[in-house]
């Protein structure tokens, strides 16, 4: 019998940071992390291994890096059952082995959703990409492939898709949806994503249905496409067999937990992709699949654990995915969100420049905000542009939804400029479109 003052299972960022949180304010404490593979993938970068930009073991660190080596145990194995729960708090592995435990968090992760298609279960060459032997049978077949097919217009399925086509490969991306990465963004930039992806070469088919796949063959509603390999990219569901097992109530997203990101059940906590999040914006359940999110879970938890009281307010969901040399990021509610929840908004964009104009390097620069036309705060956020300039405009757009800020104080933020760096000191984007919301109110007042 293996004893632990708290079990971990799942060893993805949130169950890391759990026990990291938990051991920096506990330091007797013993914690045992289970998990099903060796290493710890960096599943953002996925997609840069697949096109061979890095190598597979870049991205998946050493174990004993990040648990042993902060005096966290793993255990590679897989939790299968409870022992006569809740009497006693007994799990069992698949190598069969038994673990005690006081404390039980739940990082159970995600898998990917795979939509009721005829025969894509024992197609050849057809996968999703979730972990480390998805991008090494991936990779395999790409090198061969030169007819690539990408079902699902998310990030990834956008990002997978624009490095194989760097790679010289034949991609079409087939979305069911009316636009690209539905739910995150508004239509307007998402056209403006599409309109890069079919200039680089990539063919994006919207509003279409993939009904089977037969050998070579992807059989739509609208014709047949050939392939020589098939990306399935349609999202994740949580994994709560687990919950189930131990009758944790859940959500429509995920196992249900509360601010403390503890479950129905005294001593379990969830998070990460497995567990329900809520918006902070409007207290909602939401989606919330992103490593950024089950690491503050994470931390929150093992906090919690150890004695803390700290709460997760809800989530914004800031996000940004790269495709050929242009960004794309999100945070909030986009606007179609925000009037789906009967908010009355006031929308303002600006363009500019990621540089001053003089430099020959400048790229278009693009915003989008969204502010709660009641009270003029900032709820949400959309910004395109060239890498390195949305990711951190995004961040400090994050940070302004969070504390609350509205256009006014927003507009009079004292932000840097420099020519290499910003754009004109008169011409930073997130500026002119909160001046745009400031001058209505104003002229409103008058």
């Known amino acids: 019998m293996i004893k632990a003052d708290t079990l971990i299972i799942g060893g993805g960022p949130a169950g890391i940071l759990a026990g990291l949180a938990n051991k920096k ?11 099903n593979e060796k290493g710890i993938i960096i599943r953002c970068s996925e997609p840069y291994a697949i096109a ?23 255990l590679v194995d897989e939790i299968t059952g409870f022992v006569n729960f809740p009497q006693k708090r007994i799990a069992t592995t698949k190598k069969g082995k038994k673990i005690e435990f006081k404390n039980l968090v739940l990082a159970t992760g995600a898998k990917p959703f795979i939509p009721p298609i005829l025969g894509i279960e024992n197609a050849k060459n057809v ?25 699902g217009g998310g990030a990834i399925g956008i990002e997978v898709a624009s490095l194989l086509r760097e790679k010289g490969k034949s991609v079409a991306i087939l979305e069911v949806a009316s636009q690209l990465m539905p739910g995150a963004y508004d239509i307007g930039l998402a056209n403006k994503v599409k309109e890069i992806l079919e200039k680089k070469g990539i063919k994006v088919k919207l509003g279409i249905q993939v009904k089977e ?50 479950t129905s059940q005294k001593g379990i906590w969830a998070i990460g992709d497995c567990a329900q999040a809520k918006s902070f914006i409007t207290k ?36 940004v995915s790269c495709f050929f040399d242009y960004a794309v990021g999100r945070v909030g509610l986009t606007e179609k969100e925000a009037k789906n929840e009967k908010i ?23 915003i989008k905000l969204v ?21 951190m405009r995004i ?52």
Not at 404 to 409: D, F, G, M, P, Y
């Open 25 to 35: 304010l506990s330091p007797k404490s013993k914690i045992l992390l289970v998990k």
């Open 52 to 74: 061979g930009k890095v190598r597979l073991s870049q991205i998946v660190h050493p174990d004993e890096k990040m648990l042993q080596k902060n005096g966290i145990s793993f």
């Open 127 to 151: 996968f999703t990409l979730r972990d480390a032997g998805d991008v090494k049978k991936i990779s395999k077949a790409a090198k061969k492939a030169r007819k690539v097919v990408i079902i």
């Open 213 to 262: 796949i037969k050998k070579k063959m992807v059989v739509t509603s609208r014709g047949n496409i050939g392939f020589d390999l098939v990306i399935c990219s349609c999202g994740v569901r949580a994994n709560v067999e687990l919950a189930q097992k131990l009758d944790c109530r859940l959500g429509k997203f995920g196992i249900l937990v509360n601010q403390f990101c503890q």
């Open 284 to 319: 909602k359940p939401i989606p919330s699949q992103l490593a950024t999110t089950a690491v503050l879970m994470g931390k929150i938890a093992g906090m919690n654990i150890a004695g803390k009281k700290e709460k997760l307010e809800g989530v914004l969901n800031p996000a």
């Open 344 to 366: 009355s908004v006031k929308v303002a964009s600006a363009q500019s420049t990621n540089q001053y104009p003089s430099q020959m390097s400048a790229k278009p620069l693009e």
């Open 371 to 391: 502010f709660n036309q009641k009270n003029s705060r900032l709820i949400g956020a959309q910004v395109f542009g060239g890498k390195k300039d949305v990711g």
């Open 395 to 446: 961040n400090l757009l994050s940070l302004a939804i969070s504390q609350r800020l509205t256009a006014e104080k927003l507009s009079k933020l004292n932000y840097c400029a420099h020519p290499e760096e910003t754009p004109l000191p008169f011409a930073e984007p997130m500026i002119m479109a909160a001046e745009q919301v400031v001058d209505v109110l104003r002229h409103r007042e008058v």
